[in-house]
């Protein structure tokens, strides 16, 4: 597989402050309730504090499941993860990289992805990733 691409930032305002926020960005079990795209469900398969595996199962009942592992954790400010899907399609490494920043009215968030799986087309990701921070929001409203 050729090597994936980058994703512009998706941003949002939450009006929670940094530390709620971060803590719903590291916890596996918060991270399952609102980072999975609308018309799918979403379980944590095994957790260990630095990795965890998700799988995400679709309205016609198939799956896809991926490991994710914590690169970096900067309380409050930054969360670099390293995402290995199962699919062959989505072979290799991708990286999110979320960053917080304390603002008027709460926390602004942003989700950067490099490597994004070829497969996986950057305005369905964008999509994703901006309807995942609407549920991040109603998540810590």
Request: aromatic content about 6%; hydrophobic content about 40%; overall charge negative.
């Given at each position: 597989?050729?090597?994936?691409?980058?994703?512009?930032?998706?941003?949002?305002?939450?009006?929670?402050?940094?530390?709620?926020?971060?803590?719903?960005?590291?916890?596996?079990?918060?991270?399952?309730?609102?980072?999975?795209?609308?018309a799918m469900s979403g379980s944590i398969d095994r957790v260990?504090?630095?990795?965890?595996?998700?799988?995400?199962?679709?309205?016609?009942?198939?799956?896809?499941?991926?490991?994710?592992?914590?690169?970096?954790?900067?309380?409050?400010?930054?969360?670099?993860?390293?995402?290995?899907?199962?699919?062959?399609?989505?072979?290799g490494d991708m990286t999110m990289t979320t960053t917080l920043?304390?603002?008027?009215?709460?926390?602004?968030?942003?989700?950067?992805?490099?490597?994004?799986?070829?497969?996986?087309?950057?305005?369905?990701?964008?999509?994703?990733?901006?309807?995942?921070?609407?549920?991040?929001?109603?998540?810590?409203?």
């Amino acid at each position: 597989m050729t090597a994936g691409h980058g994703v512009s930032p998706v941003s949002r305002l939450i009006a929670a402050p940094p530390e709620a926020v971060y803590r719903a960005c590291t916890d596996p079990d918060a991270i399952v309730q609102w980072r999975v795209p609308q018309a799918m469900s979403g379980s944590i398969d095994r957790v260990d504090g630095a990795r965890y595996r998700v799988t995400l199962t679709y309205p016609d009942g198939h799956a896809d499941r991926y490991d994710a592992t914590f690169i970096e954790r900067l309380p409050n400010a930054k969360i670099v993860e390293r995402i290995r899907f199962d699919a062959a399609d989505r072979a290799g490494d991708m990286t999110m990289t979320t960053t917080l920043r304390a603002v008027k009215g709460g926390t602004e968030i942003s989700i950067r992805y490099d490597g994004l799986p070829n497969s996986i087309r950057a305005e369905d990701n964008d999509e994703g990733t901006r309807e995942a921070l609407v549920q991040l929001a109603i998540f810590l409203g």
